[in-house]
């Protein structure tokens, strides 16, 4: 369940060659960013810096299509946004 003090924004969305992630939790544990394609393939998994806030990630070789982007607190999931690449 999403915390009411959690925040995730992707931008640019729809997005080319990358998007930005900001994000914010108060949770002390590392975060997890999961990529999924539309068939529900994980295609991109990456431990994010609990400090930094921000994160860009590279969709240059990802084809046009949606995207769901998971963001996951050890098992807790912290947010789940739809991710458009339009090149």
Same mark, same amino acid.
């Given at each position: ?19 930005? #992630?900001?994000?914010?939790? =108060?949770? @002390?544990?590392?975060? %997890? ?7 529900? &393939?994980?295609? /991109?998994?990456?431990? #994010?810096?609990?400090?930094? =806030?921000? @994160?860009?990630?590279? %969709? ?7 995207? &769901?982007?998971? /963001? ?16």
């Amino acid at each position: 369940k999403e915390g009411a003090d959690d925040i995730v924004i992707l931008s640019p969305n729809p997005a080319k060659y990358y998007t930005d #992630l900001l994000y914010k939790t =108060n949770d @002390d544990i590392a975060l %997890t960013l999961k990529v999924l394609d539309n068939y529900g &393939q994980v295609i /991109l998994v990456k431990q #994010l810096n609990q400090n930094q =806030n921000t @994160d860009r990630i590279n %969709t240059s070789l990802f084809p046009n299509g949606c995207y &769901q982007i998971e /963001l996951f607190s050890g098992e807790r999931k912290v947010s789940c946004q739809k991710l458009i690449i339009l090149k």
